[in-house]
């Protein structure tokens, strides 16, 4: 399965727009990216780890926030580096995820991405708010392992 099965173009536009979006008005980086396993590990552990091969931990200013997704295991994870889980209140994550998990429970894939992009970019404009000489750092589309 690819993105291309998992999503139709117009869900697959629209979460690449929520990126966009989202990124918009913060200095911080989000990406998603799907596979069909885990790889046999962890959900967080696979999501950290394709963090780091996606060098989202190479940002500036340690905002980059990965959306995670492992299909045929029916698991995703949200993981936000280092800067970004300094500043969000604790159980932030958490209240993201389970607002994603709604839509996910009804098979609305694009819907809880889109949800959960949302969140994670209202927390970054609040603490990573744009700056005139932001670039973006980190493509936007969604990558598939």
């Given amino acids: 399965m690819k993105v291309s099965d ?10 690449v727009a929520a990126i966009g979006a989202a990124e918009q008005n913060t200095s911080g980086e989000i990406r998603v990216h799907i596979e069909a396993t885990r790889k046999g590990k962890e959900t967080l552990d696979r999501a950290i780890e394709v963090f780091q091969e996606l060098e989202m931990h190479q940002t500036e200013a340690r905002n980059g926030v990965l959306f995670y997704l492992a299909y045929e295991d029916h698991a995703f994870s949200i993981f ?46 609040v603490y990573f708010p744009y700056q005139s000489n932001d670039q973006n750092e980190l493509d936007d589309s969604i990558s598939e392992g």
């Fill in 6 to 15: 998992l999503f139709t173009q117009e869900e697959e536009n629209a979460i």
């Fill in 80 to 125: 936000g580096d280092q800067g970004i889980n300094e500043k969000v209140p604790p159980g932030f994550w958490d209240a993201t995820r389970d607002l994603m998990e709604k839509a996910f429970k009804r098979s609305a894939f694009a819907e809880g991405l889109i949800a959960g992009i949302g969140e994670a970019g209202r927390a970054l404009k």
